[in-house]
């Protein structure tokens, strides 16, 4: 009885610990999307903005072998995609979901390209050179299995994720700037009646969301695995925009969303067995994002509110 008790106890440290590790790479995204909707952008580029950086974080890790460059180097890549789409966004006011689709489209198709040119491969490239985001050492918890189990494997960066988002809750509800990029998406004409350059702070927010969705295209990279996979995203730009919406683009509310998902990607990868067909398992993270906002958005219709969130 003692043993089972042990074994179970391990097990949802095991699931708790998985849940973080892919649920922070979603985070990252989701609070990028989360500031776009504050400004009443509707960024869906996120995932090829996010595909840039794991692919720029692996080219940066293959010539300098130095962590933080490579994780400049997503920060960058991404950042700048992400400021040419809100320049067409904004500035040229582009429609925002022919900007992003082609943003998705074009970064897939360069990646694959690049690969094949830089690396001189197809489907996916692997060194035994390429450096991993350092995890953190919880060896003084080595006697304390569940959260040795628990906290082990996470590197600088899951953290990271989790101190920006309360950063972004004080930022966006504490401070005066904050207030004025919240009041953009509330009615830009008034906002830029005050003096608020409300281009700006969109291109900026736009711009912003690109170097957090390149630091969570690193972390799928160099985080667990170090290695680029054609389309190594698969989605995940998309479920962040969910995680977004279900978060009601609140820094706090986005990281139980993300959780959410999270869990989702774990299940699906523990009960992916003989059993149960491996194609439907795999499916259950967009089954899940599917299911979620379609009860979100319900519930904010029945509600009278508006679905955009903002």
């Known amino acids: 009885m003692i043993m089972a008790m042990v074994i179970d106890i391990e097990f949802i440290a095991h699931i708790l610990n998985s849940t973080f590790r892919l649920m ?11 500031l776009c909707n504050r400004v ?7 995932e090829g903005m996010m595909l840039t950086g794991a692919f720029f974080a692996i080219v940066a890790n293959y010539y300098t072998h130095s962590v933080i460059i490579s994780l400049l180097a997503a920060m960058f890549s991404a950042g700048l995609v992400a400021w040419v789409a809100g320049i067409f966004m904004v500035k040229f006011k582009g429609a925002m979901l022919v900007v992003g689709i082609s943003v998705n489209i074009l970064m897939l198709g360069a990646t694959t390209f690049l690969m094949q040119i830089i690396f001189g491969v197809k489907g996916a490239f692997v060194d035994t050179s390429l450096v991993s985001i350092p995890k953190v050492n919880v060896e003084f918890l080595r006697n304390v299995p569940f959260f040795y189990t628990l906290l082990g494997s996470l590197t600088y960066l899951d953290y990271f994720a989790v101190v920006l988002a309360v950063i972004l809750y004080y930022y966006m509800f504490r401070t005066v700037s904050g207030f004025r990029l919240r009041s953009i998406g509330f009615n830009k004409e008034a906002a830029n009646s005050i003096g608020i350059n409300a281009d700006r702070i969109q291109i900026g927010a736009i711009t912003f969301s690109g170097i957090l969705s390149g630091l969570g295209g690193a972390l799928l990279s160099m985080g667990a695995v170090t290695m680029f996979i054609q389309n190594i995203t698969s989605g995940r ?14 820094p706090i509310g986005v990281v139980f969303a993300s959780t959410f998902f999270g869990l989702a990607q774990t299940l699906s990868n523990i009960f992916d067995t003989q059993i149960i067909s491996s194609e439907f398992m795999k499916a259950i993270p967009y089954l899940a994002t599917i299911v979620a906002l379609g009860i979100f958005n319900y519930t904010k219709i029945k509600r009278g509110g508006r679905i955009n969130n903002i």
């Open 24 to 34: 922070t790479p979603i985070l990252f995204v989701a609070l990028g999307s989360a």
């Open 40 to 46: 009443f952008i509707f960024n869906i580029g996120l």
């Open 237 to 250: 730009g998309f479920m962040a925009m969910a995680a977004g919406a279900l978060g009601s683009a609140h």
